[in-house]
Every structure is written in C-alpha cells, then in structure tokens.
C-alpha cells in the first residue's frame, strides 16, 4: 500500500474522490472523532471499526488499490494495514483538520453569552 503522500496529481485526485464517502461517514460520527482525538487512536480505530464496518473497508480496499467486492482482509493483514494509514503523517494531517473542523462546529457556540443576572 502506498503511503498517502506518496499519490500525485490525477492519481490524488481519484483517489480523494473514492474516499471522500466513506471517510465522511467516518469522520462526521462524533463519538469516533472523539475518541480517537481525546482518548487514543486505537479506541478511535476499534470504535470507527464497530460502527462503520462498510466505510472502513472501503477505504482498505480503495488504499490497497483493490476493487472493494474483490477486496479480503484477515486477522494477519488487517492491523499491519490499519497501523500503516494511521501512522502516515498526511492521512493523520488530514484526519485531524476535518475531524477537528467537525468538534469546532459542534462545539461552538456564542461568545457573547451572559452567564449570571447583570443591572
């Protein structure tokens, strides 16, 4: 599998374009973003796993280059695949911007909110 900075012009743009669904399935859960941000990576990976088994393996199968009805995974390929995209710098990089853009959202709210009773 190649490392996400390792894609280039045309070939990075496909390949943006068959992650952006599955990823945004991913990255707009909340109580995954959460715990792989506030927590640890790898209850971020467990919990993203459980939830999001299909958006999950479409993103193996579209990294390993496989069409995902011919893509097979196992208990020997799986964690060595998960490990190399989640310890690529730009795909953490990129998780991180969009992930952390969606807590922002969730979170904010007015500045300008009165908290106590002011003559």
């Known amino acids: 599998m190649k490392k996400l900075s390792e894609y280039k012009d ?3 743009l496909d390949l ?3 992650l952006m669904e599955p990823v945004t399935e ?3 859960d909340k109580e995954v973003v959460e715990a792989f ?3 640890t990576r ?3 990976i467990m919990l993203a796993i459980k939830k999001h088994k299909k958006a999950v393996f479409e993103c193996m199968a579209i990294l390993d ?3 995902v009805e011919e893509y ?3 208990l020997i390929t799986l964690p060595k695949t998960i490990l190399a995209v989640v310890n690529d710098k730009e795909f953490l990089t990129f998780f991180k911007s969009q992930g952390q853009e969606y807590l922002d959202e969730e979170s904010s709210g007015s500045a300008t909110e009165n908290g106590g009773d002011e003559e």
């Open 72 to 74: 097979h995974c196992n």
């Open 65 to 67: 280059g496989v069409p």
């Open 42 to 44: 790898l209850s971020g």
């Open 37 to 39: 941000f506030k927590k």
């Open 10 to 12: 045309e070939e990075a």
């Open 26 to 28: 991913i990255i707009t």
């Open 16 to 18: 943006l374009a068959d």
